[in-house]
T-cell receptor
Framework: AQKVTQAQTEISVVEKEDVTLDCVYETRDTTYYLFWYKQPPSGELVFLIRRNSFDEQNEISGRYSWNFQKSTSSFNFTITASQVVDSAVYFCARSEGEYGNKLVFGAGTILRVKS | DGGITQSPKYLFRKEGQNVTLSCEQNLNHDAMYWYRQDPGQGLRLIYYSQIVNDFQKGDIAEGYSVSREKKESFPLTVTSAQKNPTAFYLC????????????FGAGTRLSVL
């Protein structure tokens, strides 16, 4: 199976620190999509970003930014000036399947932001 | 408000019992999905449906069954054949196609008595 790897199981930071969550994926597809989701303690996954394989531009949304490097099959996520409310599990995922209609998830990274 | 509703939030299963988890969406999405989440693991796909009256097995379909009789509904039955059913179950929906974002419900936590 073509995996999505989030090597950091858990990260702890102090509020206002910057933190980067790593994501490395495997794929034989030429066209695919990458996603990041946030899972707060309530359990529901919240969509953060989608990126297609042809668009390697980095993206910034407020305190969040994403770095997509196709050459290294990585799609890393950085939170700038972290806040306690950022504490959650973060999942990286990649589309798969004949029509790209399935998602393969990484194991997730638990982020703990301490005040 | 548009969204995905999963019920119940908590469910307990006795040995040998089948239980059904409900998932309803009012987003007018054609595609629906069921995932299982275990501690320290990502989400694993159980079943998915791209259209009414059609569904496909995911990576861990054994011991589970689904139906898709209505566009809005995609119930999951955890059968007695599933020997390790304790997990967090998440339902999602999307428009068909890999570019489309999957939106998730709040989940059902299933435990064995």
């Amino acid at each position: 199976a073509q995996k999505v790897t989030q090597a950091q199981t858990e990260i702890s930071v102090v509020e206002k620190e910057d933190v980067t969550l790593d994501c490395v994926y495997e794929t034989r597809d030429t066209t695919y999509y990458l996603f990041w989701y946030k899972q707060p303690p309530s359990g529901e996954l919240v969509f953060l970003i989608r990126r297609n394989s042809f668009d390697e531009q980095n993206e910034i949304s407020g305190r969040y930014s994403w770095n997509f490097q196709k050459s290294t099959s990585s799609f890393n996520f950085t939170i700038t000036a972290s806040q306690v409310v950022d504490s959650a599990v973060y999942f990286c995922a990649r589309s798969e399947g004949e029509y790209g209609n399935k998602l393969v998830f990484g194991a997730g990274t638990i982020l703990r932001v301490k005040s | 408000d548009g969204g995905i509703t999963q019920s119940p939030k908590y469910l307990f299963r006795k040995e040998g019992q089948n239980v059904t988890l409900s998932c309803e969406q009012n987003l007018n999405h054609d595609a629906m999905y069921w995932y299982r989440q275990d501690p320290g693991q990502g989400l694993r796909l159980i079943y998915y449906s791209q259209i009414v009256n059609d569904f496909q097995k995911g990576d861990i379909a054994e011991g589970y069954s689904v139906s898709r009789e209505k566009k809005e509904s995609f119930p999951l039955t955890v059968t007695s054949a599933q020997k390790n059913p304790t997990a967090f179950y998440l339902c999602a929906s999307s428009s068909p196609g890999g570019r489309n974002i999957q939106y998730f419900g709040a989940g059902t936590r299933l435990s064995v008595l």
